[in-house]
């Protein structure tokens, strides 16, 4: 295991990161592949993670095309499609195990190759030793190692398409006896096997990144920054990094027994008395695979969001001209929410078999989630109320951000309470929740946080038109394609059905079916605007200035397009990251590396005039 | 980049980057072998018998002695770390050399003990293989990637440290330290909950 890769480079000399800071010293692998430069790296988890967010989308487009349209071909690219995908060669319909394969690797791209890495590589990647201001990682070079085990990852994960079976096809969840392959011969490496290795590298590299990051927050501060001056998109992206050391790890060792199990015949997971053709031990837990994964994988939503709700804290603050509303009561419900996210694992289990009183437990536990989560929204409301609030493309994602996060959080808690939840278990009403808070959320949290850093990250404004466009099209798209989903779900409609049609009750709902995968189709092509834009202004955007959005934070003080080392001065730090339209000040923000008096109390500003000696005291509210 | 502009400064925690990187990273190693145990202590509260008999046929004396290479070598460590931070180049050189032999007599004796397994027919896919060693070989399995991890790096920093300005980095031999002495520790909670079902032991001595 790589803890050599950890243990070497170890002790980082400080006196030696200075002297290469010109890229023109370096051979050009070094510039943009193999890269220490935690910008580079950051571009890297972006452009890695936009091209999996169109293949997951692809995924998802063949899936909603089979559900609308069962035992239809493909339009356009249905006789171009592989011979394993469909019935007959060239006919373009979708086969049921083609059709499972699509499900698993929908959910796995999307969640563990497009959010994870863009949510917690890029932003963590780009805005820690930024945001901070310091000029690098911890430990640069385990952290570019945390990506290159991404591709790799990939490929593998990709690679099934050439196994006899295909990709995985036991859902995202991989619950065993299915996952266990127990059919397949051991010693011989079947889609799902080649999951499980995908998902290791994966988890491996986020271990790595999560170790830096906490180190670089606690060890790298810039001069005078204590850590209730940090902004809540480090405090997100610090507290996010704690909960992968240690869930990410749980889910390594259960990935690995189930790579036993479905590799080499063991039964750490398959009970006595299965019949099947192969010999088999037994003695295992089915259910014991569904605690460790969701031990991890319920954490992980978290991590998903967590980030997001940080950078979405920013963003406000600065679009509205206000301070962030409750700015420790922020940070203190960012850890009571991964506190939490640690004991409610079993509220994806109340159907598998569960004692009631611990099922009662699990479903008060999650209940409580709702506490914290109410504290934010309420106070990126009372961040909101009475700003100057600036409609950018950055704000406009952010606003989505809240009032998505707001419906999908309703639904979890529906489905949080154990005898609602029998009800609506694996239906469409789950898919229709998790895509509002991992689409409505996470997603327009990741949009938010891309138009509001590429200018830093690139040198060059995006077009704000354009940005817009893409921010109304994919609002209105994604309303339309999984609103519905709560009325499909709520009228019985199976979260994974191949063909809808064999059962006579969800006849009535094929033209819904339908509707949904004509707004799912422009849903898709909508994130074509959001490339095209990236691309386009990369080449033709202004140029732009050190600080567009005039905000506080320390990235803003660095150059337009920092280069390697990042700042051009020093930074010490004067003050918190949200004093916006203190009264008595001619420019209505203050930013944190600006020297002069203004002592911090309780993060209401008690500003001294230098001059006059004159003493005013701002509430923020 | 001006020239002079320095960013850097001590770490703020005091402590250094790798050493609490890795106590982060220990952490996290922590939780991996957390869910290995958590799911033996489940399935062998319901397979008690199978994980006992199993148990029966591991060669506890073999473990016993490896368990000493590996206490052994940790104290070694701590030894070549106090030398090496006291500038004793020659005890720093022989203390990591000797932790090294300790790691490697202990990668022989498990590698006897797996022979001796693949022999008997105890390995996944093998006749006679069951729950408690697809338990057993996982966990050790594990731990000897650990024990092979931690040896590349001393490895390189020993021979490194035959050069003429010695191994250079005492920071860097104290992060592996901090990892050799869990590698060390997690070997004291297989041992005992894979080896030491003594009852067991005794009812196949009888037979």
């Given at each position: 295991m790589s803890s050599t890769t950890l243990a070497e480079h170890a002790h980082v000399d400080h006196g030696h990161a200075h002297d290469d800071h010109g890229h023109h010293h370096q051979p050009w692998y070094r510039q943009y592949l193999f890269s220490t430069d935690h910008k580079v790296i950051a571009k890297q988890?972006?452009?890695?993670?936009?091209?999996?967010?169109?293949?997951?989308?692809?995924?998802?487009?063949?899936?909603?095309?089979?559900?609308?349209?069962?035992?239809?071909?493909?339009?356009?690219?249905?006789?171009?499609?592989?011979?394993?995908?469909?019935?007959?060669?060239?006919?373009?319909?979708?086969?049921?195990?083609?059709?499972?394969?699509?499900?698993?690797?929908?959910?796995?791209?999307?969640?563990?190759f497009v959010i994870i890495p863009f949510a917690v590589g890029m932003f963590g990647n780009f805005c820690i030793p930024l945001?901070?201001?310091?000029?690098?990682?911890?430990?640069?070079?385990?952290?570019?190692?945390?990506?290159?085990?991404?591709?790799?990852?990939?490929?593998?994960?990709?690679?099934?398409?050439?196994?006899?079976?295909?990709?995985?096809?036991?859902?995202?969840?991989?619950?065993?006896?299915l996952s266990a392959s127990i059919g397949n011969p051991a010693l011989k490496l079947n889609g799902q096997a080649l999951w499980l290795i995908s998902l290791f590298l994966v988890g491996f590299s986020s271990i790595m990144g999560a170790v830096n990051y906490v180190t670089t927050v606690l060890n790298k501060r810039a001069k005078g920054m204590k850590m209730f001056d940090m902004p809540l998109t480090v405090w997100a992206?610090?507290?996010?990094?704690?909960?992968?050391?240690?869930?990410?790890?749980?889910?390594?060792?259960?990935?690995?027994?189930?790579?036993?199990?479905n590799f080499l015949h063991?039964?750490?997971?398959?009970?006595?008395?299965?019949?099947?053709?192969?010999?088999?031990?037994?003695?295992?837990?089915?259910?014991?695979?569904?605690?460790?994964?969701?031990?991890?994988?319920?954490?992980?939503?978290?991590?998903?969001i967590l980030p997001l709700m940080g950078i979405v804290s920013d963003v406000m603050a600065t679009f509205s001209r206000k301070p962030i509303y409750g700015y420790k009561a922020m940070v203190f419900a960012i850890a009571g929410?991964?506190?939490?996210?640690?004991?409610?694992?079993?509220?994806?289990?109340?159907?598998?078999?569960?004692?009631?009183?611990?099922?009662?437990?699990?479903?008060?536990?999650?209940?409580?989630?709702?506490?914290?989560?109410?504290?934010?929204?309420?106070?990126?409301?009372?961040?909101?109320?009475?700003?100057?609030?600036?409609f950018s493309s950055a704000m406009l994602n952010a606003l989505a951000f809240v009032s998505m996060f707001i419906i999908?959080?309703?639904?979890?808690?529906?489905?949080?309470?154990?005898?609602?939840?029998?009800?609506?278990?694996?239906?469409?009403?789950?898919?229709?929740?998790?895509?509002?808070?991992?689409?409505?959320?996470?997603?327009?949290?990741?949009?938010?946080?891309?138009?509001?850093?590429?200018?830093?990250?690139?040198?060059?404004?995006?077009?704000?038109?354009?940005?817009?466009?893409?921010?109304?099209?994919?609002?209105?798209?994604?309303?339309?394609?999984?609103?519905?989903?709560?009325?499909?779900?709520?009228?019985?409609?199976?979260?994974?059905?191949?063909?809808?049609?064999?059962?006579?009750?969800?006849?009535?709902?094929?033209g819904l079916n339908e509707f949904i995968t004509i707004a799912a189709i422009g849903l898709g092509f909508s994130q074509l605007i959001l490339v095209g834009n990236i691309l386009w202004s990369l080449k033709n955007g202004r140029k732009a200035p050190r600080n567009p959005w005039r905000a506080n934070t320390l990235e803003w003080a660095a150059p337009a397009h920092p280069g390697h080392g990042n700042f051009d001065r020093d930074i010490t730090v004067y003050r918190g990251p949200y004093e916006y339209s203190v009264e008595g000040r001619d420019l209505d923000y203050w930013p944190q590396w600006e020297p002069g008096k203004s002592v911090t109390v309780d993060h209401h500003t008690i500003a001294v005039a230098d001059d006059a000696g004159e003493t005013k005291v701002f509430g923020a509210h | 980049?001006?020239?002079?502009?320095?960013?850097?400064?001590?770490?703020?925690?005091?402590?250094?980057?790798?050493?609490?990187a890795m106590w982060g990273f220990l952490g996290s190693e922590l939780m991996f072998f957390t869910g290995f145990f958590g799911a033996f202590i489940v399935l062998r509260n319901a397979n008690y018998d199978v994980f006992g008999e199993g148990s029966s046929h591991l060669n506890v004396w073999l473990a016993l002695v490896n368990t000493f290479f590996l206490i052994g070598s940790s104290l070694t460590m701590a030894l070549c770390i106090h030398n090496a931070e006291h500038g004793n180049r020659g005890k720093q050189q022989l203390f990591l050399g000797l932790t090294l032999l300790g790691a490697l007599g202990f990668l022989v004796i498990k590698s006897i003990e797996y022979s001796d397994k693949w022999g008997h027919g105890y390995f996944p896919t093998q006749p006679h293989?069951?729950?408690?060693?697809?338990?057993?070989?996982?966990?050790?399995?594990?731990?000897?990637?650990?024990?092979?991890?931690?040896?590349?790096?001393?490895?390189?920093?020993?021979?490194?440290?035959?050069?003429?300005?010695?191994?250079?980095?005492?920071?860097?031999?104290?992060?592996?330290?901090?990892?050799?002495?869990?590698?060390?520790?997690?070997?004291?909670?297989?041992?005992?909950?894979?080896?030491?079902?003594?009852?067991?032991?005794?009812?196949?001595?009888?037979?």
């Open positions: 988890f972006l452009l890695s993670s936009l091209i999996f967010l169109f293949v997951g989308g692809a995924f998802a487009l063949f899936i909603r095309w089979q559900l609308a349209y069962p035992g239809k071909p493909v339009p356009v690219i249905g006789s171009m499609m592989p011979d394993t995908w469909v019935d007959a060669p060239g006919s373009g319909i979708i086969t049921p195990e083609f059709y499972a394969q699509l499900l698993t690797m929908h959910g796995t791209v999307m969640i563990f945001m901070i201001g310091t000029d690098d990682m911890a430990l640069p070079r385990l952290n570019m190692w945390s990506f290159w085990l991404i591709p790799p990852a990939g490929l593998i994960m990709m690679s099934a398409f050439w196994v006899e079976g295909g990709y995985a096809a036991a859902g995202w969840t991989s619950y065993p006896p992206l610090f507290i996010t990094a704690i909960i992968i050391t240690l869930g990410t790890p749980v889910l390594a060792a259960a990935l690995a027994m189930l790579f036993m199990d063991t039964s750490f997971f398959l009970p006595d008395h299965l019949v099947t053709s192969q010999k088999y031990f037994g003695g295992g837990q089915p259910v014991l695979w569904q605690h460790l994964f969701w031990f991890y994988s319920h954490p992980a939503v978290y991590i998903m929410i991964a506190f939490l996210g640690f004991i409610v694992w079993g509220h994806h289990m109340f159907q598998s078999g569960m004692n009631p009183l611990l099922g009662t437990t699990f479903m008060l536990s999650t209940i409580v989630i709702a506490v914290p989560s109410s504290i934010k929204v309420f106070n990126w409301l009372g961040t909101l109320w009475r700003g100057n609030i600036k999908g959080g309703l639904s979890g808690v529906f489905m949080a309470s154990a005898p609602v939840d029998i009800y609506i278990h694996d239906t469409y009403f789950i898919v229709a929740h998790i895509h509002y808070v991992l689409f409505g959320g996470s997603l327009f949290g990741i949009f938010a946080g891309i138009y509001y850093w590429y200018p830093k990250m690139f040198g060059k404004m995006l077009s704000e038109t354009w940005g817009r466009r893409h921010f109304f099209w994919t609002f209105i798209f994604f309303n339309l394609t999984f609103f519905p989903m709560h009325v499909l779900g709520v009228g019985g409609h199976m979260r994974r059905i191949y063909d809808p049609n064999v059962y006579d009750f969800l006849k009535g709902m094929a | 980049m001006s020239a002079g502009l320095s960013l850097a400064h001590e770490p703020v925690s005091k402590i250094p980057n790798g050493k609490l293989h069951t729950l408690f060693y697809s338990f057993y070989f996982i966990m050790t399995g594990f731990h000897a990637l650990h024990v092979i991890a931690g040896m590349i790096p001393m490895v390189f920093m020993w021979l490194r440290g035959f050069s003429k300005e010695g191994y250079p980095h005492p920071l860097k031999l104290e992060v592996l330290g901090l990892y050799w002495h869990f590698v060390d520790l997690m070997w004291i909670f297989i041992f005992p909950a894979l080896y030491l079902m003594i009852p067991y032991h005794g009812a196949a001595a009888a037979h």
